[in-house]
C-alpha cells in the first residue's frame, strides 16, 4: 500500500503494522480497500477476515475524517450546535450581535458600481443578478469569480466555485480579464488571482444540480473554504423540467416547482450563513403582458337590454320523478306570453336542490394587485407616472413571486439600443437608412438589505458598458447649452 501514505499522511499505521506488510506485497491499493470484499481480499493474502474488516473500516472514518463529512463529526457538531441553541434560545444571533458583525464585500472592480451596491456584493447572503440576453449578468460573474481571491476590502482572499446549467465556465474570458483589466494587470504575479482557484462544474438537469447543491458542494466548500458560490443561472433546469408538461398538469407543476425553489433558497441561504461566503445566482427575464382581469375590466360593460328572460329554477332529478311533471318548469310571465303549464294532474312544483349561486365579490383594489405591486420588486415598471400597459418591453424576472422571497438582493441590468444614420451611397435619393450602432447598459439595485434601492426608473442607475477588461462605468460628459445641462449622445438614443 504504497498510497496510503500519500493519501491519508495521519493514518495510523502503527496500529496494523502486522498487516500492511502482506497487502502491500500483494499490491493492493487503497482504492482496492474501499472497493473490495474483506472475503476476496482474504483470499489473496490469506489474512484474518475481522483484521481486514477493521483495517478497511478504519481507512474509510480516516477518509470521512479528511473529507470533513465524518458521522463522529457531524455528531460532535450537532451537540454542540443544540447546546448553544439552548444556551441562547431559538434566535442565532442576537440583534446586538448582527449589528456587531462585520459584513464583508466582493468588489466589482470599479468605484461606480461598488458605491451603488453600497461596497459590492456582500457575504453571507444570497444575491440575484437578473437581466435580459446581452445585459452583461456572466461578465459581472466572471469578474466577481477573480475578484473574491483577491485580499480585502477587494475581496475575500478565498477561491470561488461556479455551477452552470447552460454553457460551460469560459475560461478564455476569464484569461482575457486578468489581461486586460488595469486592477488586476497591475498586481504582482504572486498577488494576481488565479484560474487554479476556482471550481467548475456543470449541471445539465435539476436532478444532477439537485445532487451536485445537496452533497458535492458542501464538501468543497467545507474543505477548499470557498468564499464565493454562483449559479448560472437559476431558471434554465426549472424552466426545461416544469413547463414541459404546463398543458397536462399545470396546477401540479406549479405546485411542484414552488416547493423545489422554497428548498434551493434554504439551500443557498444556509451554505451562506453557515459558511460566511456569498451567494450570486443569475436569473433569466420573460415579457410582461397586461393581464386578462386588468384588460377586461377597462372594457365598457354592456347596456341592459330592453328585457330578458326569467331564469329558470333547476329541479333534481329525484324531485322531477316523484311529481312525474315536465323536468323544468317554465314561469309564467304575461308580459313575455308565457303561461304556466296546467294543474290538472295535481303536479306541484318542488323547488330546485341546487344551492342558490352566489353572488359575485367585488374586484380588488387595483393597488392589491400584483400587477400593481410587482413593480417594486422586479424593477422593471416603476417609473411615475406608472405604465398601465403603454410602457414597452417590461420585463419579468423568471420563476415568479416564489423565488423572490428567497433571495436577500436583487440587482436588474438593462439594455437599450443606440441607434444612428447610415448614408446609402448607391441610392439615387440619397436617403439614408437607421441602423443599430451601440448598446447601452446600466445597472441598478432593485432591493437589498444593506443598501437603498436606487430609485424608479433609471433613476439613480449606474450606466456601464462592457469592454476587453471586464465591467467599467460610464460617466457621460456634460456640457452647458442654453442654461441646461445635456448629455452627448443623447441624440442617439431612441
Known amino acids: 500500500m504504497t498510497d496510503l501514505s500519500r493519501i491519508l499522511p495521519d493514518f495510523p499505521i502503527g496500529r496494523f503494522a502486522n498487516l500492511l506488510p502482506t497487502i502491500e506485497r500483494h499490491g493492493l491499493t487503497t482504492a482496492d480497500l474501499l472497493t473490495l470484499q474483506v472475503t476476496d481480499i482474504g483470499k489473496r493474502t490469506q489474512l484474518p477476515l475481522l483484521d481486514i474488516k477493521r483495517l478497511c473500516n478504519a481507512v474509510l472514518e480516516a477518509l470521512h475524517v479528511d473529507l470533513g463529512v465524518s458521522d463522529k463529526q457531524q455528531g460532535n457538531k450537532a451537540e454542540n450546535d443544540g447546546a448553544e441553541k439552548a444556551k441562547r434560545g431559538t434566535l442565532r444571533h442576537t440583534g446586538t450581535e448582527l449589528l456587531a458583525e462585520d459584513c464583508r464585500f466582493i468588489s466589482t472592480l470599479d468605484d461606480d458600481l461598488d458605491r451603488a451596491l453600497g461596497g459590492g456584493v456582500p457575504a453571507g447572503y444570497v444575491t440575484e443578478i437578473t437581466g435580459e440576453s446581452g445585459a452583461g449578468k456572466t461578465q459581472f460573474l466572471l469578474t466577481l469569480l477573480l475578484a473574491c481571491q483577491l485580499p480585502p476590502p477587494r475581496g475575500l482572499g478565498r477561491p470561488a466555485l461556479y455551477i452552470s446549467t447552460e454553457a460551460p465556465l469560459s475560461t478564455r474570458r476569464l484569461s482575457q480579464l486578468l489581461t486586460h483589466h488595469p486592477i488586476l494587470r497591475a498586481l504582482p504575479p504572486s498577488d494576481q488571482p488565479s484560474l487554479d482557484q476556482i ?62 425553489l422554497v428548498r434551493l433558497g434554504q439551500q443557498l441561504h444556509e451554505l451562506a450563513r453557515k459558511h460566511n461566503l456569498a451567494v450570486v445566482v443569475a436569473n433569466q427575464v420573460a415579457d410582461r403582458f397586461a393581464s386578462p382581469a386588468k384588460s377586461s375590466a377597462a372594457m365598457p360593460l354592456p347596456l341592459p337590454t330592453p328585457f330578458s328572460l326569467p331564469r329558470v329554477p333547476q329541479e333534481s332529478p329525484l324531485a322531477a320523478r316523484s311529481t ?37 365579490e367585488p374586484a380588488a383594489p387595483a393597488a392589491l394587485l400584483l400587477d400593481h405591486q410587482q413593480r417594486w420588486f422586479t424593477g422593471w415598471g416603476d417609473a411615475y407616472p406608472y405604465a398601465g400597459g403603454g410602457e414597452a418591453n417590461l420585463k419579468t424576472p423568471s420563476l415568479g413571486l416564489v423565488w423572490t422571497t428567497q433571495i436577500a438582493a436583487r440587482v436588474a441590468l438593462y439594455k437599450r439600443p443606440v441607434y444612428g444614420r447610415k448614408e446609402v451611397l448607391d441610392d439615387e435619393d440619397g436617403e439614408s437608412t437607421t441602423m443599430l450602432r451601440n448598446w447601452r447598459r446600466w445597472m441598478k439595485v432593485v432591493f437589498a438589505p444593506h443598501v437603498p434601492g436606487t430609485g424608479p426608473g433609471l433613476d439613480g442607475a449606474v450606466e456601464f458598458e462592457v469592454t476587453m477588461g471586464g465591467v467599467r462605468g460610464v460617466e457621460r460628459k456634460k456640457r452647458k447649452g442654453k442654461g441646461k445641462e445635456t448629455v452627448k449622445e443623447d441624440e442617439r438614443e431612441e
Open 199 to 260: 471550481i467548475g462544474t456543470v449541471t445539465p438537469d435539476l436532478e444532477s444540480q439537485d445532487h451536485i447543491l445537496s452533497f458535492q458542494v458542501p464538501v468543497e466548500v467545507s474543505r477548499r473554504n470557498v468564499g464565493l458560490l454562483i449559479l448560472d443561472s437559476v431558471a434554465a433546469n426549472y424552466r426545461a423540467e416544469f413547463e414541459r408538461g404546463t398543458r397536462a398538469g399545470g396546477s401540479n407543476n406549479l405546485a411542484a416547482r414552488s416547493h423545489e
Open 324 to 360: 312525474r311533471g315536465p323536468s323544468l318548469p317554465l314561469p309564467s310571465n304575461p308580459a313575455l306570453g308565457l303561461e304556466p303549464p296546467s294543474s290538472s294532474s295535481g303536479a306541484t312544483d318542488v323547488l330546485a336542490s341546487m344551492p342558490e349561486p352566489t353572488p359575485e
